[in-house]
C-alpha cells in the first residue's frame, strides 16, 4: 500500500522558517516527480512547487519563489520543502504529491496521482 507522510508543520511567527518532510512507502517514487500544494480554510487546492525526479528541474509558484526551496532525496524516498520568510498568507494545509508529470503539467493538481494526508503550517502575524 503506497503512503505519503508529511511532517514538519506547526505555528511558527511571520518571518520565520519551516522545514517540511514528506516519505514515501510501499513503491518507490525515484522516477516520479514530487510535488508540494496547500490549500487554505475555504480555498481550493493550490501548487506550490516541483521538483523533476532527478532534481534537475524545479518549479513554483509565484507567490512562493525565492522564500521556498523544494528538494529530495531518493534515496529516502523523502522530498522536502524549506520554508523561510513566512507570512500569515502561507498558513494552509500541505500536502505532498507523487505524479509522472513533466514540465507544465506538474503545475496541475490533477496530473498527481498519490497524496499524502497533508500538515497544517500556520503562520502568526
Known amino acids: 500500500q503506497v503512503q505519503l507522510v508529511e511532517a514538519g508543520g506547526g505555528l511558527v511567527q511571520a518571518g520565520g522558517s519551516l522545514r517540511l518532510s514528506c516519505a514515501a512507502s510501499g513503491r518507490t517514487f525515484s522516477t516520479y516527480a514530487k510535488g508540494w500544494f496547500r490549500q487554505a480554510p475555504g480555498k481550493e487546492r493550490e501548487f506550490v512547487a516541483a521538483i523533476t525526479w532527478t532534481g534537475g528541474n524545479t518549479y513554483y509558484a509565484d507567490s512562493v519563489r525565492g522564500r521556498f526551496t523544494i528538494s529530495r532525496d531518493n534515496a529516502k524516498n523523502t522530498v522536502y520543502l524549506q520554508m523561510n520568510s513566512l507570512k500569515p498568507e502561507d498558513t494552509a494545509v500541505y500536502y505532498c504529491?507523487?505524479?509522472?508529470?513533466?514540465?507544465?503539467?506538474?503545475?496541475?493538481?490533477?496530473?498527481?496521482?498519490?497524496w499524502g494526508q497533508g500538515t497544517q503550517v500556520t503562520v502568526s502575524s
Open positions: 504529491a507523487v505524479s509522472a508529470c513533466s514540465g507544465y503539467r506538474c503545475y496541475d493538481r490533477n496530473n498527481y496521482d498519490y
